[in-house]
């Protein structure tokens, strides 16, 4: 799977759209980008994920740039709740041929200010 | 909706002493993980499961043990606690069908080994 780099810290106030960057270059054509957060002490949430087409849902939405080597999670209004560590991973996709997990790296601490 | 659930939250244990921490989840997902997570770190793959009966190692196995008798329950074993086991651990289920990696997390176990 590929690698995936992630500044250690942001901040956005509250309100805000909050962008968060991830590069991920030796990505490959059968490979996804998922977005997860951990809300602190708590185990980790699934946001979103794509393969090539942006994407959004009620929580967030996935840009992907057109060469895939990188991509921006938008969280449109961040809130105070949205205060959290949010990791960028890159994945094969799997068709019922097992599935050994992901890969969780250290994340973005995104902060949210009042 | 229970989800995955994770018992119990808070553990406190003598180097040399063993536990099972349990999981469970009600949403009839075949594959099963846990993870660990130390103080500022990423998540890491202990071990996972694809379906009853059927566990495999992840990165860090070494002094864990886990078995899959039933599709809902996922229990890991800790035998002779080190303190290098203190850490928070993670279980987490997906449906794993589709090639679709979203994970669905319990609320944790967090254990000191003294």
């Known amino acids: 799977d590929a690698k995936t780099t992630q500044p250690p810290s942001m901040d956005c106030a509250e309100g805000r759209a909050a962008n968060l960057p991830c590069n991920h270059s030796?990505?490959?054509?059968?490979?996804?980008v998922y977005w997860y957060r951990q809300i602190h002490s708590q185990g980790p949430q699934y946001i979103i994920h794509?393969?090539?087409n942006n994407e959004t849902n009620e929580m967030a939405s996935l840009i992907i740039t057109e060469d895939r080597k990188s991509s921006t999670l938008i969280l449109p209004h961040a809130t105070l709740r949205d205060t959290a560590v949010y990791y960028c991973?890159?994945?094969?996709?799997?068709?019922?041929?097992?599935?050994?997990?992901?890969?969780f790296g250290k994340g973005t601490h995104l902060i949210i200010q009042p | 909706n229970a989800g995955v659930t994770q018992t119990p939250k808070f553990r406190i244990l003598k180097i040399g002493q063993s536990m099972t921490l349990q999981c469970t989840q009600d949403?009839?997902?075949?594959?099963m993980y846990w993870y660990r997570q130390d103080p500022g770190m990423g998540l890491k793959l202990i071990y996972y499961?694809?379906?009853?009966?059927?566990?495999d190692k992840g990165e860090v196995p070494n002094g864990y043990n886990v078995s899959r008798s039933t599709t809902e329950d996922f229990p890991l074993r800790l035998e002779l606690a080190a303190p290098s086991q203190t850490s928070v651990y993670f279980c987490?289920?997906?449906?794993?069908?589709?090639?679709?990696?979203?994970?669905?997390f319990g609320s944790g176990t967090q254990l000191s080994v003294l």
């Open positions: 987490a289920s997906s449906p794993g069908t589709g090639g679709d990696e979203k994970l669905f």
């Open positions: 794509g393969l090539k």
């Open positions: 991973i890159v994945r094969v996709g799997r068709r019922g041929g097992g599935a050994d997990g992901l890969t």
């Open positions: 949403m009839n997902h075949n594959y």
């Open positions: 499961s694809v379906g009853a009966g059927i566990t």
């Open positions: 030796t990505i490959s054509g059968n490979e996804y």
